[in-house]
């Protein structure tokens, strides 16, 4: 049965991408590129990245393009773009999520726009993959902002767990690039892979099968709900461009909507 369960195929899936990754003079003029084939899109909160004006871009392009928006969240740490670690309280992290969401969400109010999930950044993102009690924190965090927020997450067994334990919808993440362990905690040691043939064959197979190559050679089940596909390499926009052509990427709430039966 379990063999049954580890190759069934995906045939809905969210992909989403990274906006307003840019403060004051240093822009990322690629970002955009990526939104006429994503689902959805992550917006920088200010913190690790984005000022005023270039997340106000952001909100308005996301709704030209009509997909789902979500805040962005990372540590308050610019010049290390959010990579780097920080010990937080509880309580301390509690507030750094809030503050995020919370201004994200009035932000895209004032122009006619709801916040549908959050997303970490960076170190936080590393830790949310890694540390049960931490991802917890953010999930009840998120929850504080809204009991209808979606919670991206690293894909794996801590997110499953998360959900359940803060009752609280994740969606479970991978991304391509990214080498995975047999658990599929990221491994950070091997650098991205950036090599487009590779990566859609990796999407094929995970498609097909639920399943997503690990770093001892075997395949490891993934029950994932999107895809990130990063912006920062030369080559994102060919990656993204051939991905669409496997399926036609949904948002998440849409995708639940529709199993659920409220959309046919």
């Known amino acids: 049965m379990q063999d049954v369960l580890e190759r069934k195929s995906i045939k809905n899936i969210d992909f989403n991408c ?3 990754q840019a403060y004051g003079v ?3 003029s ?12 992550n917006i920088s909160c200010g913190f690790h990245a ?8 952001a909100l308005l392009k996301a709704k030209e393009k009509n997909v789902a928006i979500g805040a962005h969240i990372g540590f308050n740490d610019i010049q290390g773009f959010g990579y780097r670690p920080v010990e937080l309280k509880e309580d301390e992290l509690e507030a750094l999520v809030v ?11 004032a122009y006619g726009l709801s916040i549908e999930h959050v997303r970490p950044h960076g170190a936080m993102y590393k830790m949310a993959g890694e540390d049960f009690t931490f991802s917890s924190s953010i999930a009840r965090a998120v929850k504080k902002c809204s009991d209808w927020l979606v919670y991206y997450a690293p894909a794996g067994d801590i997110a499953s767990k998360v959900g359940d334990y803060v009752n609280i919808q994740v969606a479970q993440e991978i991304c391509l690039e990214k080498t995975y362990n047999a658990d599929l905690t990221v491994d950070y040691a091997v650098p991205d892979n950036t090599n487009n043939y590779e990566l859609i064959k990796r999407l094929q197979h995970l498609l097909h099968t639920s399943q997503i190559r690990n770093n001892l050679g075997g395949m490891s089940f993934a029950q994932v709900d999107t895809i990130h596909f ?20 949904a948002p998440v709430n849409y995708v639940n909507a529709k199993t659920s039966g409220w959309v046919d």
Request: zero cysteines.
């Open 18 to 20: 990274d906006l307003a």
């Open 26 to 28: 240093y822009k990322n």
């Open 30 to 41: 690629q970002e955009y590129e990526l939104l006429d084939y994503v689902s959805s899109v």
């Open 50 to 57: 984005g000022d005023p004006v270039t997340i106000k871009d």
């Open 99 to 109: 503050y995020q969401v919370g201004a994200i969400m009035s932000f895209a109010k």
């Open 230 to 249: 990063s912006n920062k390499y030369n080559n994102s926009t060919d990656l993204i461009k051939e991905a669409a052509r496997l399926i036609s990427p």
